[in-house]
């Protein structure tokens, strides 16, 4: 199984301020067949299911904001959101499609300071 | 729009077997293109991908689970059902179903809570 790691745990940051986010696999999931990663950012808040936010790792969903951008090729992405608002506040996950079983990081907690 | 909605038994004792149903408007499973997983996400921890089916009735398990791990389709009542056998106090958690196309799992239902205790 490829495993995802994210940091860091929780970070808590002022609004307006930038918040970045880490995953990193344990193999590639970059497919050289069409030089896409395959990796997507979920947004999960309190008794919700998660929400995709990116897919393909930098390819941000309709109706997404566009303070929420994704980077990142091969073993090492970044969620970044450029100026963190209070709906902002929820446990974000990065999960790998490259190949089953499809396996997610552990998460990451963002709350407002 | 497209929704799910999942239904099952809030308790269930350890040995026992699970069956959850997933319940899905707005789309078709009825094409190789189209697919429903199953996820699951003990209480305060990580997501656990577990199964999924798709349209054509491809079915693909988590390795680590695929012994206990049953996927099924009704298409005439959109459902889907998983069964899990021989469950335990560690597969205490929320189960959620999602459609998946094109790769992307963009809807899920509001997923039901498990509690496997005696």
């Known amino acids: 199984d490829i495993v995802m790691t994210q940091s860091p745990d929780s970070l808590a940051m002022s609004l307006g301020e930038r918040a970045t986010i880490n995953c990193k696999s344990s193999q590639s999931v970059l497919h050289s067949s069409n030089n896409k990663n395959y990796l997507v950012w979920y947004q999960q808040k309190p008794g919700q299911p998660p929400k995709v936010l990116i897919n393909?790792?930098?390819t941000r969903e309709s109706g997404v904001p566009d303070r929420f951008s994704g980077s990142g090729s091969g073993t090492d992405f970044t969620l970044t959101i450029s100026s963190l608002q209070a709906e902002d506040v929820a446990v974000y996950y990065c999960?790998?499609?490259?190949?089953?079983?499809?396996?997610f990081g552990q998460g990451t907690k963002v709350e407002i300071k | 729009q497209i929704t799910l909605r999942e239904s099952g038994p809030t308790l269930v004792k350890p040995t026992q077997t699970l069956t959850l149903t997933c319940t899905f408007s707005?789309?078709?499973?009825?094409?190789?293109?189209?697919?429903v997983d199953w996820i699951r996400q003990p209480p305060g921890k990580a997501l656990e991908w577990l199964a999924l089916i798709y349209g054509d009735d491809n079915k693909i398990y988590s390795p680590s689970l695929k012994s206990r791990l049953t996927i099924t389709k009704d298409t005439s009542k959109n459902q889907v059902v998983l069964t899990m056998t021989n469950m335990d106090p560690v597969d205490t958690a929320t189960y959620y179903c999602a459609h998946r196309a094109e790769s992307v799992d963009r809807y899920w239902g509001q997923g039901t809570l498990v509690t496997v205790s005696s």
């Open positions: 707005g789309f078709s499973l009825n094409t190789g293109g189209v697919g």
């Open positions: 393909w790792a930098s």
């Open positions: 999960q790998q499609f490259y190949s089953t079983p499809r396996t």
